[in-house]
């Protein structure tokens, strides 16, 4: 007597055995795009992740950092050297601490030549200058200006709320001047 099952009842076994396998690898595939759905649906339900929700309250946002009560005063000063012309588009504002603002420059080349210029800061009082800090500012780079270009230029800036109370004007002035070598002339021949 043999002890092993007929041919057709091991086909029959792994035919059953195959079809149980494909049910387990489609369920787990499904599963894992499921996943995704049912996480988003968990961290709404429970406000954890809120990474993917939209804020809606965002344009009704405030910057928690002004310091509403108290101003002060910028004024703006533009001096050229050489054959530019330069000047603010407004020569003052008053602005709370912590509020990030705007002004604008415009530099005129009055050559008929392409030159290259650059803008040193300076601040009254000195003791301003660590709490004005520029985020965006024409005068981190040079500019080249074509002949008889004109450029308007952008300074973005806030006034730390930590200045002194006793500093209620701040005068931001530029000193607009063209190079006679560019610096990067200047830095590859210098080696």
């Known amino acids: 007597m043999s002890t092993q099952p007929p041919a057709g009842a091991d086909r029959a076994f792994n035919r059953s ?16 795009f499921a996943l995704i759905p049912m996480y988003r649906a968990i961290c709404e339900v429970t406000g954890i992740n809120n990474l993917v929700q939209r804020d809606t309250t965002a344009r009704e ?33 008053d602005v709370h601490p912590g509020e990030v ?15 290259q210029a650059q803008a040193i800061p300076s601040y ?25 270009e004109t ?13 002194p109370k006793d500093v209620k004007t701040i005068t931001l002035s530029y000193t607009f001047f063209e190079l006679s070598t560019p610096a990067t002339a200047r830095s590859g021949s210098a080696g």
Do not use: W
């Open 17 to 32: 055995m195959l079809f149980k396998l494909v049910v387990v690898a489609l369920m787990m595939f499904g599963f894992g």
């Open 61 to 93: 946002a405030k910057n928690t950092q002004v310091d509403m009560t108290r101003t002060v005063s910028i004024e703006f000063d533009a001096n050229a050297r050489g054959p530019l012309g330069f000047k603010p588009e407004q020569h003052s504002m």
């Open 101 to 115: 603002m705007t002004v604008m420059y415009e530099v005129s080349n009055e050559q008929p030549r392409t030159i």
């Open 124 to 148: 009254a009082p000195k003791q301003a200058t660590e709490f004005f800090r520029k985020i965006e500012c024409f005068c981190f780079t040079q500019q080249t200006l074509k002949a008889n």
């Open 151 to 163: 450029k308007r230029l952008p300074v973005v800036f806030v006034v730390d709320p930590k200045l």
